[in-house]
């Protein structure tokens, strides 16, 4: 089976601070895809990023980096200089690959609160 | 180019009464992915249709059901509503399997 945890419900940091967002999944599949999406207080979720199972780069965009680790099955999301607008809940997803029609699977989400 | 939409935008319903929502995808999306998310609990699969199939469907009673039209647009129906059917229900397509999914702004069910 698949599974996605983000153990953190709810952080709080203070506008600049650097914030990191934990992501460990499990599966049985050799390929698979990760994603991080972002849902601001509007409701619409917004694609951040996906990695394949065969790409452990790490991957900056701007402010934001994601550090995959295979061997700890962790998908870490940290945004640096955080900003109000970066107020929103964050989900980290799994699409398994190898058994066919299986759903994307949600982690809980993490709420992060950036207070100015 | 057009993102995902979803119609309504809100939609109230008594108990017992059945509600249609509607969704159409981004333009040469073929698959399309329908989420329940209740207060507190998350992002709950519902329901995934590819050319006009249903692929997958997630923990939910028969009363959800839907189906993709020849233009790849979806339709979500659920019957006999009860209270706690009360969610945002999500729609989001993509590209091939395994690619990204693009959601639009959802429909915001309220039961009562």
């Known amino acids: 089976a698949q599974k996605v945890t983000q153990a953190q419900t709810e952080i709080s940091v203070v506008e600049k601070e650097d914030v990191t967002l934990d992501c460990v999944y499990e599966?049985?599949?050799?390929?698979?895809?990760l994603f991080w999406y972002k849902q601001p207080p509007s409701g619409e979720l917004v694609f951040l990023i996906r990695?394949?199972?065969?790409?452990?780069q790490n991957e900056i965009s701007g402010r934001y980096s994601w550090n995959f680790q295979k061997s700890t099955s962790s998908f870490n999301f940290t945004i640096t200089a955080s900003q109000v607008v970066d107020s929103a809940v964050y989900f980290c997803?799994?699409?398994?690959?190898?058994?066919?029609?299986?759903?994307?699977?949600f982690g809980k989400g993490t709420r992060l609160s950036v207070i100015a | 180019e057009a993102g995902v939409t979803q119609s309504p935008t809100h939609l109230i319903k008594t108990r017992g009464q059945q509600a249609t929502l509607r969704c159409s995808p981004i333009?040469?999306?073929?698959?399309v992915y329908w989420y329940q998310q209740a207060l507190g609990l998350g992002l709950q699969f519902l329901l995934w249709?590819?050319?006009?199939?249903?692929?997958n469907r997630g923990n939910f009673p028969p009363r959800f059901s839907g189906r993709q039209f020849p233009n790849y647009s979806s339709e979500l129906n659920v019957n006999a509503l009860e209270l706690e059917d009360s969610a945002l229900y999500l729609c989001?397509?993509?590209?091939?399997?395994?690619?990204?999914?693009?959601f639009g702004p959802g429909t915001r069910l309220t039961v009562t």
């Open positions: 989001a397509s993509s590209l091939v399997l395994g690619s990204e999914q693009y």
């Open positions: 997803a799994l699409k398994s690959m190898d058994s066919g029609n299986t759903p994307l699977v």
């Open positions: 333009s040469g999306h073929t698959s």
């Open positions: 990695r394949n199972s065969f790409d452990e």
């Open positions: 249709y590819d050319e006009g199939e249903e692929r």
């Open positions: 599966t049985r599949d050799t390929t698979y895809y």
